[in-house]
């Protein structure tokens, strides 16, 4: 039987006790993957109207207090979508304050430069920021780029995020079925301070339910990136959520995240004691960059050691 | 017994279950209101901003400036979005909107060494060269990538019925021509139109909830007779036939000239058709199928396509089977195609099975799965679309049928159990 906790619980939080509940700290990474048939379109809509709003607003958090707080600019750029994607929610939900969002897709802006695109980011995020409020970017795909923009490597593409990053509290979103395009997303999990991941139910479609949506801690602890916001405490947990096509979704609290967390673990552990943490990018600080050495090669190199010793390291600890 | 007013939907029992319907009754969306966003992507507030936003002139502009084409049908899951036919009723069907909504793109991938997603194909540009031919003037431009003249000659034509139904067509155009006798018969149906028992009328009410929408949108979709010829075969201002010699660069110059030229005329469409995608016999082993070539092109044609609102769709076909697994087709699925569905013919076991259980009613035997893993646009807002082996397929002489898949079940075996048994 529900109780009045349970209820709670329908509210979608990735922070403990934070009341932005979906808003990162400052510079930090928020990965985004998601399987091919669940796509977060209803997930970054509520991050850039929490983002956007001056008392708090977030359609996927309805019963939380409104609370007054400085809204912040907001670029989503999707390489994938159009604002056709998006015009339900756009409609219906980003209501205040939209001067400060702006939706670009290469895909129906003929005027934007591809080859380019990191630094039309970095040159409108600069113009935003302030001392007091660093600016929200969201990117939809960027592994396309991998494709479009000749000889763009998965090193050169990991500079240009992390560029954009030292400016911006940054969203990726990535589908995790491409095959090109696993080590980028290895790359970016060891980057991130939250993982979000959004997957089908195990026994296949349903009518009434569209996936699940863990929240899990990643590798970066947030007081490392800014020693001012350690309260930013992830809140382990899924939620089994339904969209509909007039734009409603509804999130029901599932269970604690599992999975997820141990395998983050299980690889954080292994990565600390072969001591390649900064071979495998862990330096958000900017002491090294990613051209000093072929990241993708020292994945492959790595890779299936690392598998194996998190796969221990997950069997120990269930143990 | 209950009652409903004319224009009232009524729930389909149609072989694919239909989505409610709760937006029939809308007008055409104007071409140029679907995006909220400007061009460079910012939401203007109420009253403020890009004039082509806000409510204000969202209502002035549908009143004044309505793109009206014959081929054009409002989505049945969405408002302000436009579908056109993909030629098939049944595909249009189960994309939800009720066809391919404008400015997106569509690929059949095809197990096997079957080429039913190529009759696919054809029926699409097809569909746009019969709404040529019914509006007396160019309304569509289709644009075959990779293919010759013989593609265009090759396309099926309206489906005409069978003996009994082009009877009946003639005596229905007997009866519109003015005579003595028509007259007359015509007073007769006036004096006891509620008593008289009219075939024709519940002909209609066994098409059930598809007529009210045919008679709306009568040219929007058509069945074709995959064994006749359009004739005369179109011409070059219908189709444009775009080789693939001189690689993806020259290809995407040609789609843009191609475009530019034919949407001067603000009444056209245009519907590109890509057949046989990265099939060797067509795209050779090397550059055509390359991998970042083939996504960059593909990418460069959805920029195309999104540059003219509500003007142009693209449909695609490929085999599932040469790259099942490659970076290619996930690509193709997860980032480039806003709808892709998948035919795969039934093993032959199953095959066996279903000749042997239907051996009396032969017009239930199916020729495979249609599983779907992106519907454009509804996918990309989060819902769960991906329907496996949940439809399957019978592709006849006029008619591309899918329906609810359903196991077949042997009852004769557990009859003659039963009956050894005593």
């Known amino acids: ?319 | 017994m209950s009652f409903r007013r004319r224009g009232d939907v009524v729930g389909g029992r149609g072989p694919v279950p239909m989505a409610s319907n709760p937006m029939l009754n809308r007008t055409a969306a104007p071409a140029g209101m679907r995006t909220p966003m400007t061009r460079t992507g910012i939401i203007p507030t109420r009253g403020e901003g890009h004039p082509n936003i806000s409510p204000v002139s969202l209502d002035q502009k549908s009143k004044e400036d309505v793109f009206k084409h014959l081929g054009l049908k409002p989505s049945i899951a969405l408002s302000n979005i436009n579908c056109v036919s993909t030629g098939t009723k049944d595909i249009d069907t189960i994309l939800i909107h009720g066809g391919l909504p404008v400015n997106c793109s569509l690929l059949i991938e095809e197990d096997g060494n079957t080429d039913f997603s190529g009759i696919l194909l054809k029926r699409y540009v097809s569909q746009g060269i019969v709404q040529n031919r019914k509006e007396g003037k160019i309304v569509n431009h289709c644009i075959a990538v990779g293919m010759e003249s013989n593609f265009g000659n090759e396309l099926p034509d309206i489906y005409a019925g069978n003996s009994k139904e082009r009877k009946k067509k003639l005596v229905r155009e007997q009866e519109g021509k003015m005579s003595v006798s028509n007259i007359n018969a015509g007073n007769d149906l006036k004096i006891a139109w509620r008593y008289k028992k009219d075939p024709l009328a519940k002909e209609d009410d066994s098409i059930s909830s598809n007529a009210s929408d045919d008679s709306k949108y009568p040219d929007y979709n058509h069945d074709f007779d995959i064994t006749s010829k359009i004739t005369p075969s179109p011409g070059p201002t219908e189709i444009s036939y775009i080789r693939l010699d001189g690689g993806y660069d020259h290809v995407i110059f040609e789609i843009k000239k191609t475009v530019e030229r034919e949407l001067k005329d603000k009444n056209k469409m245009i519907r590109i058709a890509i057949p046989y995608m990265l099939n060797p016999m067509v795209y050779g082993c090397e550059d055509l199928v390359e991998f970042h070539s083939v996504v960059r092109f593909l990418y460069e044609l959805r920029r195309i396509i999104n540059s003219y609102t509500g003007r142009i769709t693209l449909m695609a076909s490929t085999s599932s089977e040469l790259f099942e697994g490659t970076n290619v087709l996930c690509s193709l699925e997860n980032l480039i195609f806003d709808g892709v569905l998948r035919l795969v013919p039934f093993p032959h076991e199953l095959n066996i099975l279903m000749e042997k259980v239907y051996k009396t009613q032969r017009e239930k035997i199916k020729q495979g799965y249609v599983d779907v893993y992106r519907v454009p646009i509804l996918s990309g807002m989060g819902l769960m679309e991906k329907r496996l082996k949940e439809y399957s397929f019978k592709n006849s002489k006029s008619k591309f049928h899918i329906e609810q898949w359903s196991i077949p079940v042997e009852e004769e075996d557990v009859d003659e159990k039963k009956n050894s048994e005593f």
Request: with cysteine.
């Open chain 1, 1 to 319: 039987m529900a109780s009045a906790s349970d209820l709670q619980e329908q509210e979608l939080s990735f922070y403990q006790g934070n009341i932005h509940s979906l808003i990162a700290p400052e510079n930090s990474i928020s990965l985004i993957l998601h399987e091919p048939a669940n796509y977060p379109s209803w997930l970054i809509s509520g991050i850039i109207q929490q983002s956007i709003s001056s008392n708090n607003e977030c359609y996927l958090s309805q019963q939380s207090p409104a609370y007054p707080k400085t809204p912040s600019s907001t670029f989503f750029y999707s390489f994938s979508e159009t604002e056709q994607t998006y015009s339900k929610y756009f409609l219906k939900y980003i209501t205040q304050n939209k001067s400060l969002f702006q939706f670009i897709s290469p895909l129906t802006d003929s005027t934007i430069s591809i080859e380019s695109w990191n630094k039309s980011i970095i040159t409108k995020v600069k113009e935003t920021k302030t001392k007091d409020l660093t600016p929200v970017v969201i990117l939809e795909s960027p592994e396309l780029l991998l494709s479009i923009i000749p000889g763009l490597t998965i090193p050169k593409l990991l500079t240009q995020i992390m560029e954009i990053q030292k400016y911006a509290t940054l969203y990726i979103a990535l589908s995790t079925d491409l095959i090109n395009s696993s080590e980028l997303v290895i790359s970016l999990l060891h980057r991130s301070s939250i993982i979000l991941s959004l997957t089908s139910l195990t026994t296949g479609r349903a009518d009434d339910i569209s996936g699940v949506l863990s929240i899990s801690k990643g590798p970066i602890h947030n007081e490392d990136i800014n020693k001012k916001l350690v309260s930013f405490k992830i809140a382990d947990r899924q939620f089994v959520y339904f969209v509909s096509a007039n734009g409603y979704v509804d999130q029901w609290f599932a269970s604690v995240s599992m999975p997820m967390k141990l395998i983050i673990i299980g690889l954080t552990t292994v990565y600390e004691s072969l001591e390649i943490k900064s071979l495998c990018g862990l330096f958000t600080n900017g002491k090294k960059s990613p051209e000093q050495f072929d990241l993708s090669m020292a994945f492959i190199i790595f890779r299936n050691i690392l598998e194996i010793h998190a796969i221990k390291a997950m069997v120990g600890m269930l143990i």
